[in-house]
């Protein structure tokens, strides 16, 4: 064959991902508060995308039901009516210095009364959340506090640096020496202030390890005697429930060595902890799982959490008709098309979420029924196949989803569980079950026979027929923070001892 330039024809097919298929498949794994948010910015940018309000639970109040509820005045009427301070916050069940702190006994005109029920002279509802008090974290509670305990600038300076080298628990990260070397100044004085600064509220803050942390706080209780001091100094003998070596450590007697873990117990370890002010995010379901007529099982995704947005195309063709120039048409042209996809994107993503919701409750309806001991072990692969999608958009789809059961609330990932062969060459058993039937054992076992990894390892396969190895039973029990034999055994020997 002769070696030359030539002109070929070649027919072949290729996979191109476009950017809208792209963000649809980021659509999939976004949790829906992230959904939310990137709504609300799509919402901002395109004029022709509008929130969908309606509901279908939602029904007009006829006018006598809302007369009669109240009781024939609405709110700008009450507002017109009530005149003193006092008779306001009657009607509100409060108190006058609540609604009127600098005016108590004063009288407010028609138009503040107004304004008050009406939220201002715009007409809107104040929004609740603008009247809530703001959380003080532990730096500002400090600041707040070393302004009365130090006088010299130089020290307040020293305190908040001090302040800064605080971690989330309220430890001193940093060390006096290199404090005092970043200030240019004395580690005596870096030393003197932060004897001065551990006084503050809450006790404990400013320790640079856990003894002086409670050390700190039995101090203020007027309980940090010798006796005491000494077994904050064997604190690891503490953790392992040495009670026989404590004793002699301490020297103290066992009634006196009981008395003083109990103090120990009451202590907070973690002072700092109750000033952090991180929000709490509620989990919320992303589908409902509820038992049918029928015997099965009923899903319904949670419309709450799931954005509604309409196109609005009146609005585009009168807008369209007014456009000049090519500039113009194509914007809008651009945000139609993004419209349009978002909305479908938005069905296909909920769609798309109930058929996997609904083939992971299918095979897991044991479960479902007898609880985790009986959690088959299952794959992306397993769930992928009968409902004809590929494994990676089953892995988008509950990645950060949820499902309410009536066995709980469980994200969807808990399901995907590894298998352990059966030794009678029966289904085998997922590892969440194990790690259960491993928890109940320990539970369960007796304070004189304790059981360790090599027992339990035995036990799962003649009683249950589990093949697992002790690495295995081992593994599980260190992933539940379940501690080994041989800490458990001085445990509940300690219990006994102390009862």
């Not at 050390?215 to 064997?234: G, I, K, S, T």
């Not at 404590?246 to 008395?259: H, I, K, P, T, Y």
């Not at 009168?318 to 479908?344: I, M, P, Y």
């Not at 059961?405 to 029966?426: C, D, H, I, N, V």
């Amino acid at each position: 064959m002769a070696i030359g330039p030539r002109l070929e024809f070649r027919q072949s097919q290729t996979l191109s991902l476009t950017p809208q298929l792209m963000q649809s498949i980021r659509l999939l794994q976004l949790s829906h508060l992230e959904l939310n948010a990137f709504v609300e910015a799509e919402l901002e940018r395109n004029p022709l995308l509008e929130r969908d309000e309606t509901s279908e639970t939602d029904t007009p109040e006829p006018a006598e039901e809302r007369a009669a509820a109240g009781d024939g005045l609405d709110v700008y009427e009450q507002g017109e009516s009530i005149g003193t301070a006092e008779s306001m916050a009657e009607a509100l069940d409060s108190e006058a210095a609540d609604i009127f702190p600098e005016q108590v006994g004063a009288e407010p005109s028609a138009e503040t009364g107004r304004m008050i029920y009406e939220g201002g002279p715009s007409g809107e509802q104040p929004d609740i959340d603008a009247f809530v008090a703001s959380v003080k974290n532990l730096a500002d509670h400090l600041h707040d506090q070393i302004v009365y305990l130090l006088r010299e600038p130089a020290d307040r300076l020293i305190a908040t640096h001090l302040i800064e080298n605080l971690d989330e628990a309220g430890y001193l990260i940093a060390g006096c020496d290199g404090i005092a070397e970043t200030l240019g100044v004395d580690v005596a004085r870096v030393e003197a202030v932060l004897e001065i600064i551990q006084t503050c509220e809450p006790t404990g803050v400013f320790a640079r390890n856990l003894a002086e942390c409670l050390a700190l706080q039995l101090r203020e209780r007027d309980r940090l005697d010798p006796f005491m001091q000494r077994l904050l100094a064997h604190l690891d003998l503490v953790a392992s429930h040495d009670l026989a070596t404590l004793m002699r450590v301490v020297e103290c007697d066992r009634e006196d060595l009981s008395d003083m873990l109990a103090e120990l117990r009451e202590l907070d370890p973690r002072p700092g902890r109750a000033f952090d002010g991180a929000p709490v995010q509620t989990i919320v379901p992303d589908v409902f799982v509820r038992p049918g007529p029928d015997g099965g099982w009923a899903l319904e995704l949670n419309s709450e959490v799931l954005p509604r947005v309409l196109v609005n195309r009146t609005y585009y063709a009168s807008v369209v008709k007014k456009t000049h120039g090519a500039a113009e048409k194509g914007f809008l042209v651009d945000c139609l098309q993004t419209a349009n996809w978002l909305t479908r994107s938005l069905d296909q993503r909920a769609q798309t979420i109930l058929k996997v919701a609904a083939e992971i409750v299918r095979q897991q309806d044991a479960f479902l029924l007898h609880g985790i001991s009986y959690l088959r072990p299952m794959t992306l692969k397993m769930v992928a196949e009968p409902i004809e999608m590929h494994e990676s958009t089953v892995s988008r789809v509950t990645a950060n989803k949820y499902l309410s059961t009536p066995r709980g609330l469980f994200e969807m990932k808990y399901f995907f569980t590894t298998a352990l062969g059966s030794l009678s060459g029966a289904e085998d058993h997922s590892a969440a079950a194990v790690r259960h039937l491993i928890r109940q054992m320990i539970d369960a076992e007796d304070a004189k026979a304790i059981l360790s990894d090599d027992t339990i390892a035995e036990r799962l396969k003649n009683d249950r027929g589990i093949d697992v190895a002790r690495r295995t039973v081992a593994k599980y029990r260190e992933g539940m923070n379940i501690p080994s034999s041989v800490i458990r055994r001085r445990q509940k020997r300690a219990k006994l001892q102390l009862a």
